[in-house]
Structures are given as C-alpha cells and as structure tokens.
C-alpha cells in the first residue's frame, strides 16, 4: 500500500525540521519543533525524536540550554537548498504555524504578571505591558485568594493591550473635554 503525505522517510522528517527550524525566531523544544511540523499526517513524535539528536550530531541543529534546540548556519545552508523538495501545501501550512509560534512568543516577551502573596493571606497581582523600548505600564490588584489572583494574571496576558488602552482613552477623555 502507497504512503501518502509528505513524509516517508527519515530524510523528509530533516527536510521538514530544518526549513520550520530556520523560520523560528526563539529557542524550541523537541515537543515544540513537532507541533510546528505536524503539518503532514505520516509525522510522528517518534519521528522527529530520533531526528533531532541526529541533526544535533551531524551539526545542522545546537542543543541549547532547557532542552531547546536552535538550527546552525550549516543547517540554514542544507535547508535552503532541500526545501524546494517540501509538499507545498505542508511548507504553506509549517510557515504559517511557526508565524503565529513567534507572534506568541514576542507578544509574551511584552506582558509580565507576578502573583506575590501577602501578610494578610491575599495575593498582590502586578501585571505590566511593555513594548521594544521600555515599560508601558504596571499595575497592581489585590487579590483576596490564589484562585483569583491566578484567575486576574491570566486575564491579563489575554486582554493586556485593552487594559492598557482603555486606561489611556479613561485617562485622556477629560483632558479632551478641558481642551474644549
């Protein structure tokens, strides 16, 4: 019985690895690198598992520390002339999930929440939203118990942007109307 999909052989799962590896942005983990090439049905977690300590020996991928991997100029190199053999449909697919895997990560990298506790037995939330150049803003809430202060942080990394603006627009609507 024919195979279908991309994916065949070892030498497919490398192909695969390298062109998603030279489009993330961040450090990944094994687990990481297979959601974003699970773009094709006939790749296995097995797969990319035995593929990445192989990639590491041949020199096409570095293992970082926290068990995250990086790709190598010899990598970038040997997957800039194999991916041109990638299924377009799976190549289309992989760019688009590494895309949004590095929108995720650099929108992290600007929202913070800490979850301190106090004295008292309730928590303090201090949530800030920064950009490329420095702090935008930091707030702090208390938090009558964990379930709530954990219920706010998480909020918070979803909505941070509409906090922040709609802080600014409660802020600046009466210096608007004193202009007037």
């Known amino acids: 019985m024919q195979r279908l999909g991309f994916i065949h052989d070892m030498l497919d799962v490398k192909v695969l690895i390298l062109f998603v590896m030279s489009r993330v942005n961040y450090p990944v983990t094994i687990g990481e690198i297979y ?23 041949s020199g096409h991928l570095k293992q970082l520390e926290n068990d995250c991997y990086g790709i190598t100029d010899k990598g970038k190199a040997d997957g800039s002339l194999t991916e041109d053999s990638i299924a377009f449909t799976v190549k289309q697919r992989a760019e688009n ?44 809430l208390m938090a009558p118990n964990q379930r709530q202060a954990i219920r706010l942080s998480r909020l918070f990394e979803k909505k941070a ?7 600014m627009a409660q802020l600046l609507e009466d210096e608007d109307e004193a202009d007037q």
């Open 35 to 57: 959601e974003l090439c699970y773009q094709d049905e006939c790749l296995s977690y097995f797969d990319v598992c035995t593929a990445v300590p192989e990639m590491v020996q």
């Open 97 to 140: 999930a590494v895309a949004k895997f590095n929108r995720q990560i650099r929108r992290s990298s600007f929202v913070k929440t800490q979850i301190i506790p106090r004295e008292g037995g309730d928590f303090s939330v201090v949530m800030a939203l920064d950009d490329e150049v420095s702090n935008l803003m930091t707030l702090e």
């Open 161 to 167: 942007e509409a906090v922040y603006h709609a802080t």
